[in-house]
């Protein structure tokens, strides 16, 4: 390979390169411009995203991943896809609800005892400390059915699902409050509060309801406190997004709506439908809810319990003074909190403006008691003129809106004209516009939603790509479209196809904030991050059998499980647990058997189980399902499930495999001798330079020093059973040393490769 490189390099230098038609052996920038069409802007683009390998995303972007109910992690600016995570879906790559672990976590999920395998994820959000980002968890709703996921990004693995225990549907969530002190979720279709409660159509107005919930976080465990948690009541309009307020306005959150008309449709029975009814008013309601002040209702017990969850209904919210609404045109979408906290931004999907709110004149309503009226529900009316700081017409259909790192910087997304409008909204103007590909929902910058936006880049999340990919049938990819922003005008970077589900929201992190570990202590079970009961290690591994269970303590590491072989019979329950006993990084392991539906993902230290009914007897191969190692073919075992009662005759006597003979061992032998030359060569280098500095490579030395342990106890063991002259034993625990060896010599290679990469220094 080196020196077939090496040669094309000279013929190249020496101009003696053959005539080739097309680009791929042109040598100069010119010829590949020419050969691909590209132009000069093209290239700018090119140069400001490409990342060589090995190169690193400045920012991380995790954008929901629609009706797959996943999370799709890319970076930014390569626009390189990085992960899927499987959050309300299970997702056999990771193992996600085909082993016992995750299963929980998923079956958390399960709405009054329905199993759900699916989630329409929207809105990710970020953990904040002090309003900023900080990298340790991310949350996320199922519209659908709706509930919140955590995914802790130490392992960027879903630790919890829970349930909303009142509403039908969400759509205002996962926004977080600026210490994420409790995670905001809004009811999107009013519904009867509670569970499974009939109630006509006709008695709307009366017996449905939305709902907001403030989930509490628990930092310490990762984890939401249900009990620590409750929800205001709100009228029957289709509650929209939320935002939590920040600075000056800290403890107070804003949500709006659509469908303040409370319409019930009925197209089959001759009524206009429901976009008509919905859209019949010139205005709906930004609601503005005091969470401080709900949350000290809450714990006073001022509330009801439904459904075992505790609700501050609205008569006592309205008398507490907690909640107010404020008229905001028309169909409303997105409500943004401006990064210093004192102004609220609202688009309004029918209306060609966005709205801008003032806090300090919205307070100052609510002091001087200065209402226009109540709504249907009682709640007082702000209105609209006391509280706008200014209106700015950007165009058709305007949706969302983010922040730049300048400042009274916006930008806003406009569904209809398929476009990114960047604008003042201190001074309210327009600024620039860009044409996106096509109809865009969401926008986001770096940090865009927090305290501190990063400026530097947008992502537009356009919902229809149309002509810019190859097609690929009639259900399209998504269009993420990156744009950069440093400069007065905004100018289109790359275009990303996105190819599972339609995502809605994105958010984006300073890489360096985020710090994923790249193993488990051993015998962790990663769902929980507690010591797993079930690990094993080396030389702990063992096969219980009770009653009619068969319960295994297995490992594995290159390149073989233990155990080989699990005997079971018809009927009996197999529970097989896992550990990775690896510590390099990137070797992971996995599972599975053949026909009985189960799959893990063992990353090193991990412990995980698979459990069935092995209800059918027969043979079945299991197997590592990761190319670990190069015998990774070879990590297998079998499952053998035997008829009930069944012994071995006369007739089955063993003959199974090769015999071999006493030139087989000496050849083993000399294999080994050859092999320990290269390995001690290895060694030489890696402890003659200071590897200790560099924790990545002690743990593949670490690694590489254990499999050589093992080589050295087995060597014992062949040459007594080649004293013995039992050649065929011989013969096979020395090829084992092999093995051990041929991984002690990957490893250390990989070591070397590493330390020379990262100038490793010699000592003496
Ligand atoms: S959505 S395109 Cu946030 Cu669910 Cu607006
Ligand atoms: Cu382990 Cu393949």
Not at 86 to 107: A, I, N
Not at 234 to 256: E, I, V
Request: hydrophobic share 35%; proline share 5%.
């Amino acid at each position: 390979m080196k020196r077939l490189g090496k040669l094309a390099v000279s013929l190249v230098a020496t101009g003696m390169g053959l005539a080739v038609s097309g680009a791929w052996a042109a040598d100069s920038l010119q010829d590949v411009m020419k050969a691909r069409g590209l132009n000069q802007q093209d290239l700018l683009a090119a140069a400001k995203t490409y990342t060589p390998t090995g190169g690193r995303d400045e920012f991380m972007a995790f954008s929901s991943g629609g009706q797959s109910g996943q999370v799709i992690v890319y970076g930014i600016p390569s626009m390189r896809i990085l992960k899927y995570i499987g959050v309300f879906t299970p997702e056999p790559w990771q193992g996600y609800g085909f082993d016992e672990e995750s299963k929980k976590v998923l079956r958390e999920g399960n709405i009054d005892g329905k199993e759900i395998n699916w989630g329409d994820t929207h809105h990710p959000g970020l953990s904040e400390t002090n309003g900023e980002s900080d990298g340790q968890f991310l949350f996320i709703n199922d519209k659908a059915n709706p509930r919140i996921a955590v995914i802790d990004l130490r392992d960027f693995e879903t630790k919890q699902i829970v349930v909303n225990p009142i509403m039908k549907s969400d759509h205002g969530g996962a926004f977080v409050t600026p210490n994420t002190d409790y995670i905001i979720e809004t009811s999107q279709y009013p519904a009867p509060l509670g569970n499974r409660k009939f109630s006509p159509l006709e008695d709307f107005n009366d017996t449905y309801r939305g709902a907001i919930t403030y989930w509490k976080f628990d930092r310490t465990k990762g984890l939401i406190d249900a009990k620590q948690s409750f929800s205001i009541e709100l009228p029957p309009y289709s509650q929209d997004l939320s935002d939590a307020g920040k600075g000056p306005s800290d403890g107070w959150s804003f949500t709006n709506s659509f469908c303040s008309e409370r319409y019930v449709g009925g197209i089959e029975k001759g009524r206009p439908p429901y976009e008509a009814g919905c859209s019949a008013k010139d205005t709906d309601y930004l609601h503005v809810i005091n969470w401080k002040r709900a949350a000290e209702l809450f714990k006073a017990g001022k509330t009801t319990t439904i459904n075992g969850h505790q609700v501050i209904m609205l008569a006592t919210a309205i008398k507490e003074g907690i909640i107010f609404v404020i008229p905001e045109p028309k169909s409303p979408h997105g409500v943004d909190v401006t990064p210093d906290g004192t102004k609220i931004v609202v688009a309004g999907k029918l209306d060609t403006h966005v709205s801008v709110y003032s806090f300090d004149k919205i307070m100052a309503a609510i002091k001087a008691g200065k209402f226009e009226g109540k709504d249907p529900y009682g709640i007082p009316v702000i209105s609209m003129k006391d509280t706008l700081h200014t209106q700015v017409e950007l165009g058709l259909g305007p949706l969302h809106t983010q922040f730049d790192s300048k400042p009274c910087v916006a930008y806003t997304s406009l569904y209809v004209d398929s476009q990114v409008a960047k604008w003042n909204y201190c001074e309210g103007k327009v600024l620039d516009k860009i044409a996106v590909h096509y109809n865009i929902g969401h926008l986001m910058t770096m940090e865009g939603d927090t305290t501190k936006p990063r400026g530097k880049y947008l992502v537009a999340l356009n919902k229809l790509s149309i002509d810019r990919f190859n097609p690929v049938g009639p259900l399209h990819p998504q269009n993420h479209q990156l744009i950069d922003i440093s400069g007065d005008k905004m100018t289109l970077l790359y275009d990303m196809p996105i190819p599972l589900g339609e995502p809605h929201y994105v958010v984006a992190i300073d890489a360096k904030k985020l710090k994923p570990a790249v193993r488990y202590k051993v015998g962790t079970n990663s769902r929980t991050d507690l010591p797993s009961p079930y690990a094993a290690r080396a030389g702990e591994e063992k096969t219980v059998r009770k009653g009619n269970s068969v319960e295994v303590w297995g490992t594995e590491i290159r390149s073989h499980i233990t155990p080989e072989t699990i005997e079971a019979e018809v009927g009996d329950e197999v529970t097989i647990h896992l550990t990775n006993l690896e510590r390099a990084e990137d070797e992971t392991h996995g599972f599975t058997v053949s026909t009985y539906n189960v799959h893990a993902s063992v990353e090193p230290g991990k412990t995980v189980t698979v459990k069935f009914k092995a209800d059918k007897e027969g043979v079945y191969p299991y197997y590592c399902t990761e190319f670990c190692s190069a015998l990774h073919l070879e990590m297998e075992g079998y499952l053998l499930v035997k008829p009930k009662g069944w012994k071995p005759s006369k007739a089955t006597t063993a003959s199974a495999g090769t015999t071999y003979t006493e030139a087989d061992y000496k050849a083993e032998v000399k294999k080994i001798t050859d092999t320990q030359a290269v390995i001690d060569s290895v060694v030489t280098y890696i402890t003659s330079v200071n590897y200790k500095d560099f924790p990545d490579v002690v743990s593949m030395v670490d690694d590489a020093f254990d499999q050589l342990g093992k080589a050295k106890e087995l060597k014992v063991k062949h040459e007594a059973l080649a004293a013995k002259q039992d050649w065929q034993n011989a013969t096979l625990w020395a090829e084992q040393v092999w093995q051990y060896q041929v991984k002690t010599a990957d490893l250390g290679l990989r070591a070397k490769t590493f330390l020379e990469q990262h100038n490793a220094k010699k000592i003496k």
